[in-house]
């Protein structure tokens, strides 16, 4: 059974940091791109960031741009998202994903797999 389980996530003050695991069992996705995603109660869930198969290259959202890191350890099957300088409206949960592709994308359609998510609450 294929699983990506996110953690890292909780409760941090405006200016604060969390680092997001996303631990992926049940087959490799070494060959594959990863991206985060958010959402938030009512909203459509949004792309953060993403990295391809070799952590080559990465795509941010302008909103996190500068603050956010993504990278991956395809040895240990592991992706995370290192948070710095959070801000009230970075408050979702956040979803890690598996993409069919080598290639980093935006968009969510060629992600096949994801997590649960995990809460991240940022307090003003």
């Known amino acids: 059974q294929v699983q990506l389980v996110e953690s890292g996530g909780g409760l941090v003050q405006t200016g604060g940091s969390l680092r997001l695991s996303c631990a992926a069992s049940?087959?490799?996705?070494?060959?594959?791109?990863m991206g985060w995603f958010r959402q938030t109660p009512g909203k459509e869930r949004e792309f953060v960031a993403a990295i391809n198969w070799n952590g080559g290259s990465t795509y941010y959202a302008d909103s996190v741009k500068g603050r956010f890191t993504i990278s991956r350890d395809n040895a240990k099957n592991t992706m995370f998202l290192q948070m710095n300088s959070l801000k009230p409206e970075d408050t979702a949960v956040y979803y890690c994903?598996?993409?069919?592709?080598?290639?980093?994308?935006?968009?969510?359609?060629?992600?096949?797999?994801w997590g649960q998510g995990t809460q991240v609450t940022v307090s003003s």
């Open positions: 994903a598996a993409s069919r592709t080598t290639v980093a994308s935006r968009s969510r359609v060629v992600y096949d797999y």
């Open positions: 049940g087959r490799t996705f070494s060959s594959n791109a």
